[in-house]
Nanobody, 114 residues
Framework: VQFVESGGGLVQPGGSLILSCAAS????????MAWYRRAPGQSRELVAS???????RYTDSVKGRFTISRDNAKNTVYLQMSSLKPEDTAVYYC?????????WGQGTQVTVSS
């Protein structure tokens, strides 16, 4: 199992980014998939998840701003982020929910700063 995250970068407050997570070894369609983030000095946080039936959940701080989705054909999970805030700065990872502790990818850094 491998997850490869990409799409992060430096963006100004109010900006947008789309993160991608290419999965191999598991089907994103058959598992609950999630995006997590870890900000400096803070514990890991589950940001968003998507179920087999494409039901989605979000942590309160990103509701209305972030959208999780998946492309079954590409076996890829996405996180569309808009109206970004400095407090969204973190390394973002994808994994399952519940997570597989042995299968963390390298993550992708998102920095929101002017």
């Amino acid at each position: 199992v491998q997850f490869v995250e990409s799409g992060g970068g430096l963006v100004q407050p109010g900006g947008s980014l789309i993160l991608s997570c290419a999965a191999s070894g598991i089907s994103v369609r058959l598992n609950v998939m999630a995006w997590y983030r870890r900000a400096p000095g803070q514990s890991r946080e589950l940001v968003a998840s998507i179920t087999r039936g494409a039901n989605t959940r979000y942590t309160d701080s990103v509701k209305g701003r972030f959208t999780i989705s998946r492309d079954n054909a590409k076996n890829t999970v996405y996180l569309q982020m808009s109206s970004l805030k400095p407090e969204d700065t973190a390394v973002y990872y994808c994994n399952g929910d519940p997570l597989w502790p042995d299968y963390w990818g390298q993550g992708t850094q998102v920095t929101v700063s002017s």
